[in-house]
């Protein structure tokens, strides 16, 4: 078995080992867990049946993320996107009434699919793996520091350390609520063993929040074995047809690219926090970049929206992780998550606080995650100004606007249009000037 594993995802070669390993794959996947229990809910508003949609989003990202293990040997594990769901579900299907189109949940799985198709063309074609080479090397370290401090506002927001402010937008939670204690006890857990330099200092910090979190009532324990929901009600719904009129084409232009960027941020950051960048190329892009898509359409076959790269796949790569051995644990625990529903929720459903609902087991460790994923801040070249003030701009981006995709669209359209003024336009390379002018067509017309 010793001898599979290691010619299957050569674990010397990359100085790791199963131990660490396993440790690596078990973290990404406590840190991932919510989705199993977000996504239903929030998919669950256009009048899709919430069973089906946990069990498909469980397959789906099962699948995709022993794929990307399997085949681009990478610990990245891909499940459906935050923020993709919402525009799914509030603004595709959400009611006229309320700002959304209107659709039905059918036609947006159509559409969704449609984009997944997309993806996949450009992932084969080798265009989207182009596109990473085409990044200078500041605008990648920026896409990860970026990641890390939007990792890090979800964390602070999901242990109640910040809220929403009028006039401020955002100002100090409130620090002496039992939950946010718990978040800050955690946190502080994580750290220590963190400076301690123990491999498993994520993993650890977050089952001992979990525990502390049940014995004090503020999770509920809701048993540990349940029979997985049908995924009969949304399985092959999606209307293909329906989403090929004409009105539908900005919608798939959307979903296109949110995919496209936020994969692409992803990939970038979580590879350059493990180490991955060879002479600031990823191996084996085009495998991660096409697992990513066909995720996605086997996702909206069962029923289930835009799956993409996470960046939660990060506290797996800070635990330790490096090759597709921590996904095929990730994977597993996945699809183990469908029978062991009832305790996977304890992480997932997160704990109500008012009109906010906290996640205090899983915000510690976004929050160690956000502070290792900043430290490329110091690999920006600030010597050169355009890929100065473009990094600055996809950092800042990223937590303020609350998208990894903005953050890439703002440090594009400043490094290609700073690069022109200043006469160094010949630097850039031509899909970059490509994609800022989408970016700045997509900003002008949507």
Not at 83 to 98: I, K, Q, R, S, W
Request: with cysteine; proline share 5%; glycine share 12%.
């Amino acid at each position: 078995m010793a001898a599979v594993i290691e010619r299957l995802f050569a674990l010397r070669a990359h100085e790791t080992d199963v131990r660490t390993e396993v440790i690596g794959g078990v973290t990404t996947f406590v840190t991932l867990s919510y989705i199993v229990f977000v996504q239903p809910a929030v998919l669950a508003t256009t009048g899709m049946d919430a069973g089906a949609v946990l069990s498909a989003t469980c397959l789906a990202s099962a699948l995709a993320t022993l794929l990307m293990g399997g085949w681009a040997n990478y610990p990245i594990a891909v499940a459906p996107a935050m923020g993709h769901n919402f525009y799914f579900a509030f603004m595709v299907c959400g009611p006229l009434a309320t700002g959304g189109l209107g659709y039905p949940w059918p036609v947006a799985l159509g559409a969704n699919c449609i984009a997944g198709v997309a993806f996949l063309v450009l992932s084969l074609v080798g265009v989207r793996e182009r596109l990473v080479d085409a990044i200078p090397s500041s605008l990648k370290h920026a896409i990860a520091a970026g990641i890390g401090l939007l990792i890090a506002l979800v964390g602070c927001e999901w242990a109640g350390l910040v809220r929403a402010a009028p006039g401020t937008l955002i100002a100090l939670g409130n620090l002496r609520h039992p939950t946010t204690l718990l978040a800050i006890a955690g946190t502080g857990l994580t750290a220590v063993l963190v400076a301690r330099r123990h491999r498993g200092a994520i993993l650890i910090g977050t089952l001992a929040t979990g525990v502390a979190a049940a014995l004090s009532g503020l999770v509920p324990y809701r048993g540990l074995v349940a029979l997985p929901p049908s995924v009969l009600p949304t399985l092959g719904r999606l209307d293909i047809a329906g989403a090929l009129r004409p009105d539908m084409v900005a919608v798939i232009f959307v979903l296109f690219f949110l995919g496209l960027f936020d994969t692409v941020g992803t990939l970038v950051g979580v590879a350059e926090q493990g180490g991955f960048l060879q002479d600031d190329r990823l191996p084996r892009v085009r495998q991660a970049m096409a697992t990513d898509a066909v995720g996605t359409i086997v996702g909206t076959i069962l029923g289930t929206s835009t799956v993409t790269a996470y960046v939660e796949s990060a506290a797996g790569v800070q635990a330790g992780a490096r090759t597709g051995l921590a996904n095929v644990v990730t994977a597993g625990l996945l699809l183990t998550a469908l029978f062991f529903s009832p305790l996977a929720r304890m992480a997932g459903e997160g704990v109500r606080v008012g009109d906010l609902t906290l996640y205090p087991i899983v915000a510690p460790a976004l929050i160690m995650v956000g502070s290792f994923m900043i430290r490329s801040v110091a690999r920006i070249d600030f010597d050169d100004p355009p890929a100065a003030f473009a990094s600055y701009l996809t950092i800042v981006t990223m937590p303020f606007a609350f998208s990894i995709t903005e953050g890439i669209a703002f440090g594009f359209i400043a490094y290609a249009g700073l690069m022109l003024v200043v006469g160094r336009g010949r630097e850039v390379h031509p899909l970059l000037y490509v994609f800022a002018t989408l970016f700045v067509v997509r900003y002008a017309l949507l």
